[in-house]
């Protein structure tokens, strides 16, 4: 047994470690960075750095606790896959209670940050993903239907938009254009995970896509999402939000996925799926970035 999980300040550093894990940090860290884009994208120059670190700070935090309530309910399905079992609270490194505690204490702290120093209206459209993520994805439509991801993907594609709302206390279109950029590209982004894992997802039950229907139709599926993101990510351009730089990067990005996505269709393998998924990590951050950059450093034809 290692000397550090027979000492106090190893037990800590353990459990330290795998409340961390249970917050899924990789995939908070893309969020906050879409919803603190949102917020600079809302505002002319530079924004008042309190209501942007608080926005950061309140976001992170509600969209931890949501990852961890995730992994909270679905305890007993990620011990069934390999891609999960070793998760805390699949492997029994921590007991459901203290999981639940912790999500608890996120999620109050990152709302009443929201709250008290962003404004209400971020708030509660924070809860209301908070609860469409935690509850409604997660418990209700994850077992229920291959368009799962479509539907919840609602939440995770509300970041951007709680950003644009905490900076100006308001929805606008442009806003929803970024949320609809996020909910085109969910599909994409998880059904190519779920072409490489369908086993996993088959021995846990889970009614994913590949799984219902199938390798050909799954990749036929994330081809004509692909598509749509392709077309989505020009509006931007044409209603005057991005001008040229983030045209160039949004024409080089959507090439890049739509010949993965092609290759894809044209003839299936793991391998293929496994960089598609890669890439749309990449794909997003690109994007939003590129948005940013185009926001602060316009190009004569932006
Ligand atoms: C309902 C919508 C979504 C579904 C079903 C989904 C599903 C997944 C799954 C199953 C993984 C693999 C996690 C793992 O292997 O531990 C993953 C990874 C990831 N997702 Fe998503 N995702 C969604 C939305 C998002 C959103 C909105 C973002 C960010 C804006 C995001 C960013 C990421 C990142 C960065 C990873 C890589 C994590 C890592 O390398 O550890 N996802 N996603
Ligand atoms: C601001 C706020 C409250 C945001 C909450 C929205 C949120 C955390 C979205 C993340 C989406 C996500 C990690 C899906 C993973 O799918 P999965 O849960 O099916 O993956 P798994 O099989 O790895 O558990």
Redesign the pocket.
């Known amino acids: 047994m290692r000397e550090s999980v027979l000492s106090p300040a190893g037990l800590w550093r353990d459990k330290a470690a795998a409340l961390l894990s249970l917050t899924k940090p ?2 908070v860290q ?2 906050t960075f ?1 919803a603190l884009i949102g917020f600079l994208l809302a505002v002319p120059g530079w924004p008042d750095a309190v209501t942007f670190v608080a926005t950061g700070v309140g976001i992170t935090l509600a969209a931890a606790g949501a990852a961890a309530i995730n992994c909270l309910v679905e305890r007993t399905v990620d011990a069934r896959m390999r ?1 999960t079992e070793r998760r805390p609270l699949a492997s029994g490194r921590l007991a459901p209670v203290e999981a639940l505690v912790f999500a608890v204490l996120l999620a109050v702290t990152g709302l009443g940050i929201l709250w008290i120093r962003v404004n209400a209206l971020t708030m509660w459209l924070t809860l209301a993903t908070f609860v469409g993520y935690a509850i409604v ?1 997660t418990l209700w439509l994850k077992p229920a239907t291959p368009q799962n ?1 479509v539907i ?2 609602a ?3 509300m ?1 951007p938009l709680l950003g644009w709302v905490a900076a100006t206390g308001q929805i606008s279109g442009d806003a929803l254009l970024l949320f609809a950029i ?1 909910f085109v590209w ?1 599909p994409p ?2 059904w190519a ?1 779920a072409l490489y894992r369908r086993d996993d997802y088959a021995r846990a039950g889970l009614p994913m896509l590949p799984v219902t229907h199938g390798e050909r139709f799954t990749t036929l599926a994330v081809l004509l999402y692909t598509l749509l993101l392709s077309a989505v990510t020009l509006l931007p351009v044409a209603t005057g939000m991005a001008g040229g730089l983030y045209l160039l990067a949004a024409l080089a990005l959507n090439g890049r996925f739509l010949q993965i996505a092609f290759g894809m269709h044209r003839r299936y393998a793991h391998a293929t799926a496994r960089r598609a998924f890669v890439f749309s ?1 990449w794909y ?1 951050s690109g994007l939003f970035a590129a948005l940013l950059v185009d926001h602060y450093l316009p190009w004569p034809m932006s």
């Open positions: 990789r995939v893309l969020i879409c891609r994805y991801i919840g993907g939440s995770g594609a970041p996020i969910t982004h998880f995970l990590i997003l």
